[in-house]
């Protein structure tokens, strides 16, 4: 095609508009498949081989703490007589006499406390009062925080306004005031309930670990409803949410199926570094005595019992204490390498 040469036309060759060869077409074949947002992510989480190790250790812990348990011949409550403060792979004089008879005596693998419990089954029984401590706690303050924090960005203006400045007004809150507070009102109500039918579990846990649990939901959601609250004040201008205002959807439907979907990712990882967060306040409390009720043991009561005989029996500390660190350097790195893997904003 001829054209001016002054004119700014392009110049069009007819070769251009031939249909492409099978060469042609070969050498645009995507050379990678497409994937999805959660294999895409799975995908770099298993490359991860520092978070591999940790939820290895996880699951251990889980196996150690949940499982165990049920096939251990010793229980936490039972007290051995004439075993008191044994050193780990030691036996009683009465052990060592069974030996002798020829009974089978399961050796305390820890040792045991100064009333002859086995210490290893306390620490696996303590082990699961902070796992499900830490995972409630996180399930609690997932659910409070984003729904709080997704309506708040939702509907803005001034229903933001109000439910941002409680927000402000709750992060003033002591919250071990908070606890002491609420364990100290709630004992005698706690008592009552646990003498109804089907309340035996009220009992067990005590007044001060329910007390935890309503200072997580009503205290510890704050930090999640602010990150949810800022990934929806984004997402809501996207068009779909546009569309699929226009086509009828109630706002409850647009929160749920629309905006809490799409950063799903983003609530997975906030929830799993809530995790040892949980575990180490219901620890510290424990350690303190504001925690689950005798003769359940937790990994902080274990440790803040053992420390008046820490120059004498020092492993009775140490255990609980190595262990709680390593529960929560797991469930942080496991938490990094989630963040890692499921973060658009980290694939370079």
Known sequence: MKTNPLSMQLKLDPEDFLPATNDEKESLVIMRDSVSFWKDGLRRLLKNKIAMISLFFIVVIMIFSFIVPGFYPYRYEQQIKGSENLSPMTYSEEELAKKEAGEDVFPHFLGTDKLGRDYAIRVMMGSRISLIVGLVAAAIILVIGSLFGSVAA???????????????????????????????????????????????????????????????????????????????????????????????????????????????????????????????????????????????????????????????????????????????????????????????????
């Open 154 to 348: 939702f509907f803005g203006g001034w229903v933001d306004l109000i439910m941002m400045r409680l927000v402000d007004i709750i992060y003033t809150i002591p919250d071990i005031l908070l606890i002491v507070l609420l364990s100290t009102v709630l004992e005698d109500p706690l008592k009552s309930l646990a003498t109804q039918p089907g309340f035996g579990w009220v009992q067990k846990l005590g007044a001060k670990l329910i007390s935890i649990f309503i200072v997580f939901a009503l205290l510890y959601w704050v930090g999640m409803a602010r990150m949810v609250r800022s990934q929806i004040l984004t997402l809501k201008e996207s068009e779909y949410v546009t569309a699929a205002k226009a086509l009828g959807a109630k706002n409850g439907r647009i929160i749920k199926k629309h905006l809490l979907t799409n950063c799903i990712g983003t609530l997975i990882v906030t929830t799993t570094l809530q995790i040892p967060s949980s575990i180490f306040t219901e620890s510290f409390l424990s350690f303190l005595g504001i925690g689950v009720a005798v003769p359940m043991p937790s990994l902080g009561s274990l440790a803040g019992t053992a420390i008046n005989g820490f120059q004498t029996y020092p492993y009775l500390l140490f255990i609980p204490a190595v262990l709680i660190s390593l529960i929560i350097l797991s469930f942080n790195l496991f938490g990094d390498g989630l963040r890692d893997a499921f973060d658009p904003k980290l694939k370079n």
